[in-house]
């Protein structure tokens, strides 16, 4: 199971770190991503890292600003979040796959293990 957690009301400009912590299956995943959808939308890539910190890849409205890193002794992925914006706000879920391929897995369907999402609200 993926459970994920962090999430939470704050001022645009503020920070939060989500967590994601593995269990079961899901502890020898291969790598693990974040997604997330805002009210109305489609779910869209935030974030990706493999198992063993390599293969980082963001996407393109969160790069140079959020962070992805993990502590495999936690079995925890992190998503570090600076420099909120209003339209960062959506539930933010996370993901797993026991594959090695694609490299960058950044699509939903790439991923077959999925947590319950965690809510980042950013208040203007």
């Known amino acids: 199971q993926l459970q994920a957690s962090g999430g939470g009301l704050v001022q645009a400009g503020g920070s939060l770190r989500v967590s994601c912590a593995a269990s079961?299956?899901?502890?020898?995943?291969?790598?693990k991503g974040w997604f997330r959808q805002a009210p109305g939308k489609e779910r869209e890539f935030v974030a990706t890292?493999?198992?063993?910190?390599?293969?980082?890849a963001y996407a393109d409205s969160v790069k140079g600003r959020f962070a992805i890193s993990r502590d495999n002794a936690k079995n925890t992925v992190y998503l570090q979040m600076p420099g909120l914006k209003p339209e960062d706000t959506a539930v933010y879920y996370c993901a797993a796959t026991s594959t090695l391929r694609p490299l960058f897995p950044i699509t939903a369907r790439d991923y077959n293990y999925w947590g319950q999402g965690t809510l980042v609200t950013v208040s203007s």
């Open positions: 079961g299956r899901t502890l020898s995943s291969s790598a």
């Open positions: 890292i493999r198992w063993n910190g390599g293969n980082i």
